[in-house]
């Protein structure tokens, strides 16, 4: 099914049923009026079936509406962060090839010095300002467009974090994003006609899953444009929100507020987007007693790889394979194929079917990273897990950050797992630095508890890793690094590279280097 068509049939269902909550709310027969105003606005602009329109917009329901626009255009949408500089801007756009670039007055500055050497390029502006999209569609019918969709048809073109290097483009089919939203609904128990909270970012999967799930389910979609944790708890409480889908920072916010107990209304968590540490998990199970609480484990490429179904019986358990999927645990040398199946217990690399409803074609004009990623009908994402006497898989690290330390393989995520239980650390992240005697040096980078001095965090950080860590001494750090806060991708992802590269202050640097 294509995704225009999903909205338009809950609106044919539920037509007064509030479909977008907040200050701004809209019925579903508003919503599908409005996108379909939207939709033939642009197309008297010429948008065109097949054609990629870049969105670059702060988030919340201008973007939700243009997204929906073009799906029953049978356009391609390109939603980008808002967060992107000239540099990065430049590159997406001129990469994805589109024919139009739609900007907000939060992104029309940067948009301007990216497009500077660049060829021509249509450029429309959302907002409440005159000129803008939103002015123009009321003009048009609210009726849908006259336009045909095929379900194979590209839906959206996401650009991947980039955490080692430039952001590849991951064309994704209609049939791939329902898919995964249907998958979404049953695994992680988003209640039907539930409302949702719409924080994460839409250029991310986890903000379009959510997205899509909730109008599919018939439910109300509360944007919230930019991340506040006092401002979420309030839309949660005021539109009950029933189901949270959220990296582990945002969940760490909400937490911290001290007021995540008032959210009474939350009755299903889900996570992805990097790993909980099961004193986080703890917090959240002890403030909300939810029915369900899911660790949900995928991709851009791929929506769903594994699902952990019970975090707070199971935590950090990445489960078993989703609705939709089938995975295997292969030998973790670059060269083995995909029936190169390891032992159970045994540590491998992961490898995702092709063959699932939620999985992309190949990346968009990569034939090298096809070639790295794709073998045999399996995408090889880079991650290692193992299997336990159960048959659930436990994710070890990536292949990329594997340290090499004196010839041994040491996998940064046992490090950070037991550092982080330190009482003086709040973050942790572990990688190689370059060592003459090690050849690389487990190097932790770690943010102080706050109230707690670099310098005392590091010597108390020191004797815990020495003493209670649990660590052999060939996984101890060699060397800790105190920063004020660890680099991250707009979705919360950790940017290792930035920490390899040199890009850091630190606030205190153990004076012993490498020589343990």
Same mark, same amino acid.
């Given at each position: ?6 909205? %338009? ?34 197309? =008297? ?27 029953? /255009? ?48 249509? %450029? ?15 003009? &048009? ?21 980039? #955490? ?12 791939? &994003? ?6 979404? /609904? ?19 999967? +986890?903000?379009?899953?959510? /997205?899509?799930? #909730? ?33 582990? #920072? ?6 911290? #507020? ?17 790993? +909980? ?9 002890? !403030? ?39 995975? =295997? ?36 004009? =990569? ?34 950050? +594997? ?14 797992? !037991? ?47 020495? &003493? ?7 996984? =101890? ?18 940017? %290792? ?20």
């Amino acid at each position: 099914m294509d995704l225009g068509t999903v909205l %338009r049939w809950t609106a044919e269902r539920y037509p007064a049923r509030r479909a977008v909550g907040g200050p701004h709310p809209m019925s579903y027969a508003e919503w599908d009026a409005h996108t379909n105003r939207l939709a033939r606005a642009l197309a =008297r602009l010429g948008v065109r079936r097949g054609d990629r329109v870049v969105l670059s917009l702060a988030g919340g329901e201008p973007l939700a509406s243009l997204h929906f626009a073009l799906q029953k /255009l049978g356009a391609v949408s390109v939603p980008l962060s808002f967060r992107f500089g000239a540099a990065e801007l430049a590159y997406c756009v001129a990469d994805a090839a589109p024919v139009m670039l739609v900007t907000d007055e939060s992104t029309e500055a940067v948009a301007d010095e990216a497009l500077a050497d660049l060829p021509p390029l249509t %450029r429309v502006r959302s907002g409440a300002a005159a000129g803008t999209i939103e002015r123009l569609a009321p003009a &048009e019918p609210d009726t849908a467009p006259d336009a045909t969709v095929s379900e194979e048809d590209i839906s959206v073109l996401l650009y991947t974090s980039g #955490t080692t290097g430039k952001p590849k483009g991951v064309p994704r089919s209609h049939r791939a &994003e329902h898919a995964a939203a249907i998958a979404h /609904l049953v695994q992680t128990g988003q209640p039907l006609a539930g409302a949702a909270l719409g924080v994460m970012p839409m250029f991310h999967t +986890m903000g379009l899953r959510t /997205l899509v799930a #909730t109008v599919a389910a018939a439910g109300t979609w509360v944007p919230q444009v930019r991340f506040d944790a006092e401002e979420a708890l309030e839309l949660i409480v005021a539109e009950r929100v029933r189901s949270l889908y959220l990296v582990p #920072t945002i969940y760490w916010s909400l937490v911290r #507020t001290g007021r995540l107990a008032e959210a009474k209304s939350v009755r299903k968590l889900a996570y992805a987007g990097a790993s +909980m540490t099961p004193a986080l998990a703890e917090q959240l199970c002890d !403030a909300l007693e939810p029915e369900s609480f899911v660790n949900h484990f995928g991709s851009t490429e791929i929506y769903t790889f594994t699902i952990g179904p019970d975090v707070a019986a199971k935590p950090g358990s990445a489960g078993r394979a989703g609705l939709f999927s089938r995975v =295997r645990l292969i030998d973790p040398d670059p060269a083995a194929g995909p029936d190169d199946v390891v032992v159970p217990g045994q540590q491998g690399q992961l490898a995702v079917s092709m063959g699932s409803p939620e999985a992309f074609g190949g990346y968009w004009r =990569r034939p090298d990273a096809n070639g790295r990623s794709i073998r045999g009908g399996w995408y090889f994402p880079g991650d290692l897990a193992v299997e336990d006497e159960d048959g659930d898989l436990w994710v070890a690290g990536r292949v990329d950050d +594997m340290i090499n330390s004196g010839g041994e393989n040491i996998y940064p995520d046992e490090i950070e797992d !037991a550092l982080i239980r330190c009482p003086v650390v709040r973050a942790v992240v572990v990688v190689g630095l370059p060592d003459d005697r090690w050849g690389q040096a487990a190097t932790a980078f770690f943010v102080p508890e706050e109230g707690t001095t670099a310098e005392h965090a590091m010597a108390v950080l020191e004797l815990f890793a020495r &003493e209670q860590s649990g660590l052999p001494s060939l996984k =101890r750090p060699k060397r800790l690094i105190a920063v004020d806060a660890l680099p991250q991708s707009a979705v919360g992802k950790i940017l %290792r590279r930035e920490l390899t590269s040199g890009h850091y202050r630190a606030l205190a640097d153990s004076t012993t280097k490498a020589d343990r």
